[in-house]
């Protein structure tokens, strides 16, 4: 599985668009792009995926770029219950399912 | 919406109890998953569990260690003799397939004194 990086820590106006990175120059074709985040030591919990196109959900939008090495995952309105560790996981969709956690991205969101 | 139920939320042992960590995942699901995260650091795989066998385990995931499926609905995690590293939350979770995200459980504290 493709390694990821992602910026340790970030902050965000409430209401404002938060856009976090992650860098997989590494990724290859059948490798999809996971994004989970963690509130609190809670359960991690599944944000959305994608392998090429940009996708959007309820949650959140994914932004892949057109080469694949990195992607962006917005939060469109952070509201402060979005302050979490949001993981960047690149997995090859037909091989069990593992997730491989990095250390992610710890997003404060602050009034 | 349905969920992955784990209990207990919180269990104390001594060293080298064994104990059981049970997880109802959600009933359709078909992969099922036990992970852990001690204090402060990654969540990190332990095994996988499809068809009524272990699919993938981690290196973590040693003869200590054993789970099961007992009947339709509940998965277990066992650890033979505990060790005081062992303590950590414990996250069961499932999903419909491989291409499927998945869903995970709140969690079991394991402290081992």
Known sequence: DAKTTQPPSMDCAEGRAANLPCNHSTISGNEYVYWYRQIHSQGPQYIIHGLKNNETNEMASLIITEDRKSSTLILPHATLRDTAVYYCIAIVNNQGGKLIFGQGTELSVKP | ?113
């Not at chain 2, 569990?49 to 003869?63: A, G, P, T, V």
């Not at chain 2, 998945?102 to 079991?108: I, S, W």
């Open chain 2, 1 to 113: 919406e349905p969920e992955v139920t784990q209990t207990p939320s919180h269990q104390v042992t001594q060293m080298g109890q064994e104990v059981i960590l049970r997880c109802v995942p959600i009933s359709n699901h078909l992969y099922f998953y036990w992970y852990r995260q001690i204090l402060g650091q990654k969540v990190e795989f332990l095994v996988s569990f499809y068809n009524n066998e272990i699919s993938e385990k981690s290196e973590i995931f040693d003869d200590q260690f054993s789970v099961e499926r007992p009947d339709g609905s509940n998965f277990t995690l066992k650890i033979r003799s505990t060790k005081l590293e062992d303590s950590a939350m414990y996250f069961c979770a499932s999903s419909e397939g491989t291409g499927r995200e998945a869903f995970f459980g709140q969690g079991t504290r394991l402290t081992v004194v």
